[in-house]
């Protein structure tokens, strides 16, 4: 017994190894299928495949129809003759007239033409061009074909056998015998209004809107009598009234599909709501759907198209779930359904042949650097070298015992030998155990921001914000998303390329976002960086309310500016608040999803990127004022969508203070000119040792990763706004909040009927200086601060200097002293 066990168990283990293996195999057989399917070429191969197959059965079909009659004597049993000498009269061939005769004849008549179609999908589809769902558009041609081969075998019986096709003529045969004719077209009819019903939205919107047209006309004698039900609708009207909806225009000429008149609409008594639907105010004690005509334009301004129904019964409080259940999802881009994003064509390919790397030139720099290493008794075991736009990166592995701060010494010797500048030692590589040695090219080439924009890792993005800043020193596209940072600090001395990198961080975000799901604001103290982008201020920037310019170039207007961001910022807040979600991207999806009311105050919320050029300016001419407010910003503004982008050229510790530095994790170092400015940038030495001219470090926490700047010139930018500008916009920029002013609380509570003694002395004083400061008051007239400020108060209520401007002296109203005595003798009076 214990031998037939051992016997047993044995043969079995031999049938698990058996098993394993086939099933080793079968896993290898699904895995090197799986690569074969995802390889572009396999894909290429198989839609030209499908292509030639779709033309092929089209010339077969089409020629069947006239020829049918003539080739169909040649078939036999098996479907045709291998026989050569007979011949047919198919343009496509036997093989052709075979398959024409088993879809058209046999099966289902001229619905097989279906059959092309499918196949031209796929040949799209197999090359990622996706005209409609594929997975819908079959289940709709079978259920078509199958439908429309009994319809026409239906109509016209065997004496048209090739129009409905052997299977429509037996099925439709066996339906007239247990149905009748009249009970067969009966089903052939409802079975079509249900694959219309269910297949498309619209026709079930209509047909419902014209059930509830006809009911409206049969009670509204019933509605009208009764006196209870008037009074309700009276009082959800007033109620209504209260709603922030979108109102047409005062006259507007709007085509109604449901009677189809032209008639003039009244403001008063439509509402237009942000889903493209009217609804008349005194009709509102039942279900009204009328939707608009989509040719409909307010002033050259396309409304969004979605349905809202307002179901108002017993005067009960519109819910949320009950106003916008069973909707589609709310599409932002809708507002601006024709916008075009920026094509490839745009963009310059400023690539040049001659910016390659030769084998000599490697070889050589290999080389040297052994020489180098070998004289000061240095062995290597390996040396790798990775060819990049700008530079190349040597990686050498040390022969054991070999200290690593050795060869990190030796940075200055081994740019002597190789006679170029920005040599940079990375010892060790993070993750690799070699020692890098980063080596500029001779001829370094330009990383054109087409090559970039066009990489298939930018186009398949899914970050919500990408931004295309360059490429590696492996040539791969570096992208990041900006939400993820969430703030960004670029710095660098004069003309290294900073300025280009805040256009091609800019243009990133203009090819991705559409105008409805971004906006910029701009603070340019230069004048002349940021200017290219006015003309599509109404697409994409926000600005004050009062502002001329969205481009804020004055220094004095950037404090509001921030003021009002930071308002923008506690309102965001608030509405995520009531929402009970914790950053935008919930809150947005939230909303979209229908499941937040526009009725209460919830709106689509763009996303927000400040981006500020020569901040070292901003510190110098208004100091704590602006640094306090970006802190705020810098700590809070992730969770809501509002993104900073800060530029400056003194990357000194005055400038880049601590606060900043604990805010901005991210941080981006073009060349700068000492090893302080990089370790006050990155908190590290490397940036000292660029070659300028767009080469860059950035650093998102933990590791240096060293970049060439895409590069785009003024042309593209112009072409870029310009294609943009020629577009249809929103009617004005994007207004943020009036901030909050700080003084008007102050000046209220002044009481000019207590004038302080020293009130007259100080305004002449103030008036003699033409300045008007607390300082001044306080040293001049030997007083203390507290009263020196209220003396200062009571001149502003007074009227004769200005407001509080920061850290600048108040503007003194009042030009000279002869005025100021009129001034004043008319006050005391």
Not at 269 to 278: I, P, Q, S, T, Y
Not at 458 to 478: C, D, H, M, R, V
Not at 702 to 709: E, G, H, P, T, Y
Request: net charge negative.
């Amino acid at each position: 017994m214990a031998v037939k066990k051992a016997q047993t168990s044995a043969k079995s283990t031999k049938t698990q190894k058996k098993a394993a293996v086939g099933n080793t195999q079968n896993e290898s057989f699904y895995i090197l299928a799986n690569k074969l399917f995802k390889d572009g070429r396999t894909k290429l191969l198989l839609a030209g495949l499908s292509m030639f197959f779709a033309l092929f059965i089209f010339v077969a079909f089409i020629s069947y129809l006239s020829n049918w009659s003539v080739d169909q004597s040649q078939f036999d049993a098996s479907g045709y003759s291998l026989d050569t000498d007979i011949q047919v009269e198919n343009s496509s061939g036997k093989m052709g007239a075979s398959i024409a005769h088993l879809f058209i004849y046999k099966w289902f008549g001229i619905s097989s033409f279906s059959l092309v179609f499918v196949l031209i999908l796929l040949s799209f589809y197999l090359v990622n061009i996706k005209i409609v769902p594929i997975g819908k558009s079959l289940k709709y041609i079978v259920s078509g074909t199958l439908w429309l081969s009994i319809t026409l075998s239906f109509i016209f019986g065997d004496d048209y056998l090739i129009l409905g096709g052997s299977h429509g003529y037996f099925i439709s045969t066996w339906m007239v015998a247990s149905l009748g004719s009249l009970g067969t077209a009966f089903v052939l009819i409802i079975s079509l209004a249900a694959f219309i019903l269910f297949t498309f939205q619209k026709s079930y919107n209509w047909l419902g809107q014209k059930i509830n047209i006809d009911a409206i006309k049969n009670v509204a004698g019933i509605v009208g009598a009764n006196q209870n039900n008037k009074q309700v609708v009276n009082e959800t009207v007033a109620s209504a009234e209260n709603v922030e909806d979108i109102y047409v225009n005062d006259k507007s000429n709007i085509d109604l599909d449901t009677n189809e008149i032209t008639e003039t609409v009244d403001r008063k008594r439509l509402l237009l709501h942000d889903d493209g639907k009217v609804v008349d105010k005194d009709e509102l004690g039942f279900e009204v759907e009328n939707t608009v005509n989509d040719e409909l334009e307010v002033e050259g301004i396309e409304p969004v198209k979605s349905s809202l129904v307002l179901d108002v019964e017993k005067n009960q409080d519109i819910e949320t779930d009950e106003v916008f259940e069973g909707l589609e999802s709310y599409d932002p881009t809708l507002d601006l359904s024709n916008y075009k994003y920026p094509p490839l064509d745009l963009l310059d390919d400023h690539r040049s042949a001659d910016s390659i790397v030769t084998n000599e030139e490697l070889l050589q720099n290999k080389n040297k650097i052994v020489e180098t290493l070998r004289n000061y008794k240095i062995e290597i075991i390996k040396i790798k070298a990775t060819i990049g736009p700008t530079i190349t990166l040597y990686e050498i592995v040390p022969a054991p015992g070999v200290r690593i701060s050795k060869i990190k010494n030796l940075e200055d010797d081994i740019a002597l030998s190789l006679a170029a500048l920005g040599i940079r030692i990375i010892a060790p590589m993070p993750g690799r155990g070699t020692i890098g040695i980063e080596v500029p090219n001779l001829k370094p080439e330009i990383v054109s921001m087409r090559s970039v924009i066009s990489s298939l890792k930018f186009q398949e993005s899914k970050y919500e914000l990408p931004i295309a800043l360059g490429k590696t020193i492996s040539n791969e596209s570096y992208i990041v998303d900006l939400t993820k940072m969430p703030h960004l600090l670029v710095a660098g001395a004069t003309g290294q390329g900073k300025s280009v990198g805040l256009n091609a961080i800019i243009t990133s975000l203009l090819y991705k976002k559409h105008p409805s799901q971004l906006k910029f604001i701009f603070v340019d103290p230069k004048k002349v960086e940021l200017t290219l982008y006015e003309k599509i201020e109404k697409h994409f920037l926000a600005k004050l309310p009062d502002a001329k310019e969205a481009i804020i170039t004055e220094n004095s207007q950037v404090v509001y500016t921030l003021n009002s961001l930071c308002k923008e910022m506690e309102n965001r807040y608030n509405l995520l608040k009531s929402a009970q979600v914790r950053n935008i991207k919930e809150y947005n999806e939230k909303f979209t999803n229908r499941r937040l009311n526009p009725q209460k105050g919830h709106k689509f919320l763009p996303y927000l990127v400040l981006v500020i050029d020569e901040f070292a300016d901003l510190i110098i001419t208004v100091g704590k004022e602006v640094e306090m407010p970006i802190a705020r910003l810098a700590q809070l503004s992730r969770a809501v969508g509002i993104h900073l982008i800060i530029a400056t050229q003194r990357p000194s510790t005055n400038i880049i203070t601590g606060v900043i530095k604990a805010n901005f994790p991210t941080r981006l170092a073009f060349k700068v000119a000492s090893m302080v400015d990089s370790r006050t940038i990155l908190d590290s030495p490397g940036a000292n040792q660029l070659i300028g001219r767009g080469d860059m470090l950035i650093t998102e926490g933990s590791d240096l990763v060293r970049l060439q700047c895409a590069f785009i010139d003024t042309a593209e930018l112009d072409k870029i706004t310009g294609f943009i500008y020629s577009q249809q916009s929103y009617p004005t920029a994007f207004m943020l909040p009036e901030p909050d002013s700080e003084q008007d609380g102050e000046i209220d509570e002044v009481d000019l009927s207590k004038l302080d003694d020293l009130f007259d002395d100080a305004a002449r004083m103030v008036v003699m200086h033409q300045q008007g400061s607390t300082s001044l008051i306080q040293r001049k007239l030997s007083i203390g601060y507290n009263r020196a400020g209220r003396i200062i108060d009571q001149l502003e209520a007074a009227g004769i200097v200005g407001q509080f401007e920061g850290s600048k002296a108040r503007q003194v109203l009042i030009t000279d002293e002869y005025a100021l005595e009129q001034f004043l003798k008319n006050f005391r009076n």
